[in-house]
């Protein structure tokens, strides 16, 4: 797994098949800390998405990630977590972050 991915994400199910494995996570209710003293309720997640990620022992693997939002009660918005503030004060790599970044800007624009 990407590194400080489980900072933020839980394994929720491994699927093993023939040729594959597929991971699900599910992302923390953990409240951004660019949105400390908002009033922020879970409002479940965006559509799950899929990567690619290196094999294991020589199947491919699949991650399937579960990204949470939240409403701010205050603005009447939706927010997520900005991964530009994980990518540099984490483990996870940027391309990690670039990637979930990236996934952030292709769901709100679906909104």
């Not at 479940?44 to 899929?50: E, L, N, R």
């Not at 994980?86 to 972050?97: C, D, I, L, P, S």
């Amino acid at each position: 797994m990407p590194d400080g991915l489980l900072d933020y994400f839980t394994v929720t199910s491994i699927d093993r098949q023939q040729e594959s494995f597929t991971i699900v996570l599910e992302e923390k209710n953990m409240i951004p800390v660019e949105y400390t003293g908002n009033n922020l309720v879970s409002k479940g997640f965006y559509d799950q998405v899929s990567i690619k990620d290196f094999p294991i022992r020589g199947r491919a693997c699949y991650l399937q990630l579960k990204r949470r939002r939240w409403l701010n009660e205050s603005t009447n918005q939706y927010v997520s977590r900005n991964w530009d503030l994980v990518a540099k004060g984490t483990r996870m790599t940027q391309e990690f972050a670039d990637f979930l970044k990236e996934m952030h800007r292709y769901q709100s624009s679906k909104l």
